[in-house]
């Protein structure tokens, strides 16, 4: 056994506010995990002297958040953030400069749809740039500041400026003849995809000229849904051509983890470019060099598999030839960005429970870490070496970090001083252990620091499968707000996990309730070795998705382990689920096709078990989670009460396969708090 003890918030290293909490400090609560600022988005200005930002605030009585944007000198370590739209009641978010460095662009609903707008720097008023009849998901513009590329939702026959409503049939009812139905948690309108427009600016900013379709010649949605976005369109280094991402609506959306790299040149007449067609595996995240030679994308090479390795490719625009830069690295990159000399590509990627930043040089592949600890996002590279990222860990939410070319960083944001300073610290380790195989498995622990005594252990199991709980900030799971209840929170990276290679990543494939369990039954038995302090006879396990999955296949395999469960968005019945959910690629590749194709397809079927149950149960769903359907969760609380199981229900009308709303948020962890007090500590809840 391998154990590595940190001081969360010294590893952090970007928590400072932690590491002496005032005497009147107390215990994180769901209240604090909801409240908490949000920063993202971060874009610096051309001459790198400027770093905009948008921050998500929270109004809990309200039950609403609005989103402003600010600015920060970086030539001025003492600088102080300065609101450049920050509208109440209105949402003001993904900020880019114009090419000059005075303007910034940015998307806001303050006209009651969502709009580019413009703003002067640093106090001008802003203007309206778009008058686009829908509303607009986002914008990306081109690095000449001539053109703008903005996305949205558009009806078949109508246009991103004028859309009159077709014809619809009489009544309410929805109409298909194919799938998808619906996705994620929204039913489908037939016809209707998100499409890219490009407009010409004039000298004022705002439009010249009606929209141009860029992705309008193929059906299929451009960003891909449910979460494709900025990072799925990238603008030639000229301003004369678009590449973009699109899922290509043929019928076979739901079976197919096919994304394609289209390159759009803008000239009269041009025809596009499929530069991916022979490859049915999911290629996304398309950026071109600023020199103008590259284009680089990220690219998945087995067909219908959601989580097999994400491998950067590169294209040489000049002679057509692509190659696969990171094939020999068996990591999976998240994120892709230039260098501003072109010679290197910063990406982003889970290497075991952390998510640095590192340099991949051009051409030769190879590969450099730039960070150690945290959770590495939003890279914005800047002249001469330097970069600007956010962060986070299990110790505090989002900041941004300006890194040097000599590797040295300095925090620019301290967006939940405040909050945090009010808050009791918590203990987090690292550790491995020997699990299913022998194969070496990782874990993490987080605990109230200085508690003395044992601790009851709240056992967390990530969703995916193929994910991880890692040094990380979350808003959902969180093991910092568990274990300031007074446990100890811990997570095991069972096999299928992510960051540890793609064969230990495969190893989940048909296996769903094999080697998992017996990580998670090896991790529990290891751990009063690991940290005496930890009494694991009192612990309850809890899990969302896959990790709801789990509980559900605890409950009739190790209905000894825990003295209480928790399982939110969970499969209780396979067979179901193989015929409810929505991405069908993602069943069909875990279990090994269709349900009429697999052997031993009730294998790992947790109803198969139910009279083995005996576990007190809370059951969460969300009824707008097509992911999961929420008659999972009706089916597994069927099943525990009509056998007298201890057990209760809660259901969000309006969440999906996460519960995301403020009020919600608050809701489900009192919910959660109150079952694991009632059978850990024998304290009813309020």
Same mark, same amino acid.
């Given at each position: 056994m391998k154990k590595m003890l940190l001081a969360a918030l010294v590893a952090s290293a970007l928590s400072p506010v932690l590491l002496a909490s005032p005497a009147a400090a107390r215990p994180m609560t769901e209240t604090d995990l909801a409240t908490f600022n949000r920063l993202g988005a971060p874009a610096a200005s051309p001459d790198g002297r400027w770093v905009a930002y948008q921050l998500t605030t929270t109004d809990l009585a309200a039950n609403k958040r609005s989103t402003g944007l600010f600015v920060l000198d970086l030539a001025d370590s003492k600088a102080q953030p300065i609101a450049i739209a920050d509208s109440p009641g209105h949402n003001e978010s993904a900020p880019v400069f114009a090419r000059d460095g005075k303007h910034l662009f940015f998307l806001s609903n303050r006209s009651g749809t969502n709009q580019v707008w413009r703003v002067a720097l640093p106090g001008g008023e802003p203007v309206q740039v778009t008058q686009s009849a829908v509303d607009l998901s986002g914008f990306s513009l081109s690095p000449d500041g001539n053109s703008l590329a903005v996305w949205a939702d558009v009806a078949e026959g109508c246009s991103v400026d004028t859309c009159d409503a077709r014809a619809k049939p009489m009544g309410t009812g929805r109409e298909y003849d194919r799938l998808f139905v619906r996705h994620w948690d929204s039913w489908r309108e037939p016809g209707t995809y998100s499409r890219i427009y490009a407009y010409a600016l004039a000298t004022d900013g705002k439009t010249a000229g009606p929209a141009r379709a860029v992705s309008g010649g193929i059906e299929g949605d451009a960003p891909s849904k449910p979460f494709g976005g900025g990072e799925e369109i990238a603008w030639s280094a000229d301003s004369n051509a678009i590449a973009f991402a699109i899922r290509k609506s043929d019928g076979d959306e739901p079976r197919s983890t096919n994304l394609d790299i289209v390159w759009q040149p803008l000239a009269d007449g041009a025809t596009a470019q499929n530069l991916t067609e022979t490859n049915q595996g999911t290629d996304s995240l398309p950026t071109a060099s600023p020199d103008g030679r590259w284009l680089a994308w990220a690219a998945m090479a087995r067909p219908g598999y959601e989580a097999d390795r994400m491998v950067v490719h590169l294209r040489d625009m000049k002679t057509g030839k692509t190659v696969k830069l990171t094939d020999g690295w068996d990591r999976s990159v998240g994120s892709i960005a230039w260098a501003a000399d072109s010679k290197s590509l910063l990406v982003t990627a889970q290497d075991l429970l952390e998510h640095p930043v590192f340099r991949v040089d051009v051409p030769s592949g190879k590969v450099t870490r730039l960070t150690e600890r945290g959770n590495v996002g939003n890279v914005v590279p800047l002249a001469g070496g330097a970069m600007i990222?956010?962060?986070?860990?299990?110790?505090?939410?989002?900041? &941004?970090?300006?890194?040097?070319?000599? #590797?040295?960083?300095?925090? !620019?944001?301290?967006? *939940? $001083?405040?909050? %945090?300073? =009010?808050?009791?610290?918590?203990?987090?380790?690292?550790?491995?252990?020997?699990?299913?195989?022998?194969?070496?498995?990782?874990?993490?622990?987080?605990?109230?620091?200085?508690?003395?005594?044992?601790?009851?252990?709240?056992?967390?199991?990530?969703?995916?499968?193929?994910?991880?709980?890692?040094?990380?900030?979350?808003?959902?799971?969180?093991?910092?707000?568990?274990?300031?209840?007074?446990?100890?929170?811990?997570?095991?990276?069972?096999?299928?996990?992510?960051?540890?290679?793609?064969?230990?990543?495969?190893?989940?494939?048909?296996?769903?309730?094999?080697?998992?369990?017996?990580?998670?039954? &090896?991790?529990?038995?290891?751990?009063? #070795?690991?940290?005496?302090? !930890?009494?694991?006879? *009192? $612990?309850?396990? %809890?899990? =969302?998705?896959?990790?709801?999955?789990?509980?559900?296949?605890?409950?009739?395999?190790?209905?000894?382990?825990?003295?209480?469960?928790?399982?939110?968005?969970?499969?209780?019945?396979?067979?179901?689920?193989?015929?409810?959910?929505?991405?069908?690629?993602?069943?069909?590749?875990?279990?090994?096709?269709?349900?009429?194709?697999?052997?031993?397809?009730?294998?790992?079927?947790?109803?198969?078990?139910?009279?083995?149950?005996?576990?007190?149960?809370?059951?969460?769903?969300?009824?707008?989670?097509?992911?999961?359907?929420?008659?999972?969760?009706?089916?597994?609380?069927?099943?525990?009460?009509?056998?007298?199981?201890?057990?209760?229900?809660?259901?969000?009308?309006?969440?999906?396969?996460?519960?995301?709303?403020?009020?919600?948020?608050?809701?489900?962890?009192?919910n959660v708090f109150d079952w694991l007090a009632k059978h850990l500590k024998g304290r009813e809840g309020k």
């Open positions: 990222y956010t962060i986070n860990s299990v110790s505090a939410p989002d900041d &941004l970090v300006l890194m040097d070319a000599k #590797g040295q960083t300095r925090r !620019l944001t301290n967006v *939940n $001083a405040d909050k %945090l300073a =009010g808050l009791d610290p918590v203990m987090y380790e690292q550790f491995s252990f020997k699990g299913a195989n022998g194969d070496l498995v990782h874990g993490q622990i987080v605990k109230p620091q200085g508690a003395k005594g044992k601790l009851p252990v709240a056992l967390l199991v990530h969703g995916g499968p193929q994910g991880s709980f890692s040094n990380s900030w979350s808003y959902r799971w969180n093991p910092a707000v568990m274990a300031s209840q007074g446990y100890a929170a811990v997570t095991i990276d069972f096999h299928g996990s992510t960051g540890y290679g793609q064969a230990f990543t495969d190893s989940i494939n048909k296996d769903w309730g094999g080697k998992p369990l017996e990580d998670l039954k &090896l991790g529990m038995a290891a751990l009063p #070795g690991i940290d005496a302090s !930890l009494d694991t006879a *009192n $612990a309850c396990a %809890l899990g =969302g998705s896959y990790g709801g999955y789990m509980m559900n296949w605890i409950a009739g395999q190790w209905p000894d382990g825990f003295k209480c469960l928790v399982t939110h968005a969970g499969v209780f019945d396979l067979r179901a689920m193989a015929f409810e959910t929505e991405e069908l690629w993602f069943d069909e590749w875990d279990h090994g096709g269709p349900w009429w194709q697999r052997t031993d397809a009730e294998k790992w079927n947790p109803v198969n078990h139910v009279t083995k149950w005996k576990t007190p149960t809370l059951v969460i769903h969300g009824e707008k989670d097509f992911r999961i359907p929420y008659s999972q969760s009706l089916a597994a609380f069927t099943a525990l009460q009509r056998q007298g199981i201890e057990s209760k229900l809660l259901i969000f009308p309006d969440e999906n396969h996460w519960v995301l709303k403020a009020q919600n948020s608050v809701q489900w962890h009192r």
